[in-house]
């Protein structure tokens, strides 16, 4: 008997496309739109630790300068455990656990210009 092989080939956008329901899933978040509101803006990968400074900042309406290390740390820690995997099973970032460094992902054009009509 001879097998029928079908191959079926997307194009790069249709591959980094997300769903309507995982984009609102991820944008419910004001931490995970503040994560890739600041690498939308990044110039270079950015480290877990500085991160969670500015995600703490943003979501206490401060300067980084002011928030306490350990409001920086509960914020790590969700990032980390919480945030990160979910923005890295969308495509939206990558990010090495050794090493600690966050950068955008494979599917953040698709989403960077619906982040602001959600804040």
Do not use: C, N, Q
Not at 12 to 32: G, K, N, W
Not at 55 to 62: E, I, K, L, P, T
Not at 74 to 79: C, F, M, N, V
Request: negative net charge; glycine residues 4%.
């Amino acid at each position: 008997m001879m097998e029928r092989h079908t191959k079926t080939e997307t194009s790069p956008r249709e591959r980094t496309e997300l769903s309507a329901e995982v984009l609102f899933d991820v944008l419910s978040s004001s931490y995970r739109r503040y994560v890739l509101s600041y690498l939308a803006d990044a110039t270079s990968p950015t480290e877990i630790g500085d991160l969670a400074y500015h995600v703490a900042a943003w979501d206490a309406d401060s300067s980084i300068t002011e928030i306490p290390d350990d409001d920086a740390d509960e914020a790590e820690i969700l990032l980390y455990h919480v945030h990160l995997p979910k923005l890295a099973a969308a495509g939206l970032v990558t990010y090495d656990t050794e090493s600690g460094i966050v950068f955008p992902g494979e599917s953040m054009d698709s989403v960077t210009d619906r982040i602001s009509i959600v804040e």
